[in-house]
């Protein structure tokens, strides 16, 4: 298990370019793109959701991850989860691994419960730009998402943008997010803390 700690900051399409330039000035380097397909899996009755935990399968250019977390309240922007992740041999959930590794009581009880009645939900589908930003000797991972959120609900398509900041702590002190988030926003004024992940988003368009 690892707890993640991010800052996510919702981004006006009209300044993505200087996004861009910024976190490529800032970190020396080109950012590297990933394109990142997932499926989000729950039951019929949402019993994951009320369990407030959210179970992923991701497609990313070097094979399956699926993820399971756990979902707390953020605050300005700050996210922190208890996540478990870990690579699966293709498109298909592997829950017994899950449950082996998750060690929350809670939750992992939510996941049990839940494990034969799992159907995909919603899709996001985007781009991640990534940078690793060295922030008063912490390690910082910089990304730019872009892409969207897709749910089918009475044979209908519903489609919401993804544009976002994500800031995640890899190594070093909390503080470090705050200050990285802090440069951002001075150079960036459009920039808005989002306590909304994107499983969020997609429950919620799900709901219309």
């Known amino acids: 298990m690892a707890i993640e700690r991010e800052i996510k900051l919702a981004l006006p399409r009209d300044q993505v370019e ?15 793109a990933v394109h990142l397909e997932n499926i989000y899996f729950d039951t019929p009755a949402l019993a994951l959701a009320r369990a407030k ?15 399971f977390k756990s979902v707390g309240a953020a605050k300005n922007g700050l996210h922190e989860r208890h996540e478990w ?7 298909a959930l592997e829950i017994d691994a899950l449950l082996r590794e998750c060690d929350e009581a809670g939750v992992s009880t939510a996941l049990a419960g839940a494990a034969s009645n799992l159907i995909p939900l919603f899709r996001t589908d985007f781009t ?21 959120v897709v749910a089918d609900v009475d044979d209908k398509t519903r489609r919401t943008p993804i544009c976002e900041i994500e800031l995640e702590l890899k190594d070093g002190d909390e503080t470090a997010l705050h200050t990285l988030a802090a440069e951002l926003a001075q150079a960036l004024p459009g920039l808005a803390p989002d306590d909304v992940s994107k499983a ?8 219309g």
């Open 85 to 91: 992740e870990m690579p699966v041999a293709g498109e």
């Open 53 to 67: 935990s959210a179970l992923r399968l991701r497609r990313t250019p070097d094979g399956w991850l699926q993820t």
């Open 200 to 207: 969020q988003r997609g429950y919620r368009l799900r709901e």
């Open 18 to 32: 200087a996004a861009l330039r910024w976190l490529e000035t800032r970190a020396g380097t080109p950012g590297r």
């Open 128 to 148: 991640r730009t990534l940078w690793t930003l060295d922030v008063a000797g912490a390690q910082v991972e910089a990304a730019i998402d872009r892409g969207e």
